[in-house]
């Protein structure tokens, strides 16, 4: 049961989901949680930059001033979440790519 990917992954998320555990071997309770929290941010910093990419990182307030994109530090924050579980399992976010 603890190396089941989540169904609600997508399937970049999935793909990397499986590519750590083939490498690394996660299998107990705490780590299949901290992959889930890697595999999550992963797919969150993939869609903030789609957004990104879409509408630009700057954009106008409803006073027409400019603004970062509000995805910019929702992105940054699933990093920092990411690179955290990494840490946590004793990876670094260079083994992930």
Same mark, same amino acid.
């Not at 998320?13 to 992963?42: K, N, P, S």
């Not at 509408?55 to 910019?72: E, N, T, V, W, Y």
């Given at each position: 049961?603890?190396?089941?990917?989540?169904?609600?992954?997508?399937?970049?998320?999935?793909?990397?989901?499986?590519?750590?555990?083939?490498?690394?071997?996660?299998?107990?309770?705490?780590?299949?949680?901290?992959?889930?929290?890697?595999?999550?941010?992963?797919?969150?910093?993939?869609?903030?930059?789609?957004?990104?990419?879409?509408? *630009?990182?700057?954009?106008?307030?409803?006073? *027409?001033?400019?603004?970062?994109?509000?995805?910019?530090?929702?992105?940054?924050?699933?990093?920092? *979440?990411?690179?955290?579980?990494?840490?946590?399992?004793?990876?670094?976010?260079?083994?992930?790519?």
């Amino acid at each position: 049961m603890a190396n089941t990917i989540p169904r609600h992954l997508g399937a970049e998320a999935r793909a990397l989901w499986q590519r750590l555990q083939a490498d690394f071997v996660i299998a107990d309770a705490a780590g299949t949680a901290l992959l889930r929290c890697v595999c999550e941010c992963f797919e969150r910093i993939s869609e903030m930059r789609t957004i990104v990419k879409r509408d *630009g990182a700057i954009i106008k307030d409803r006073f *027409g001033q400019s603004r970062p994109h509000p995805a910019l530090a929702i992105e940054r924050d699933a990093r920092a *979440g990411m690179i955290s579980a990494l840490r946590a399992l004793r990876l670094s976010p260079d083994e992930i790519e």
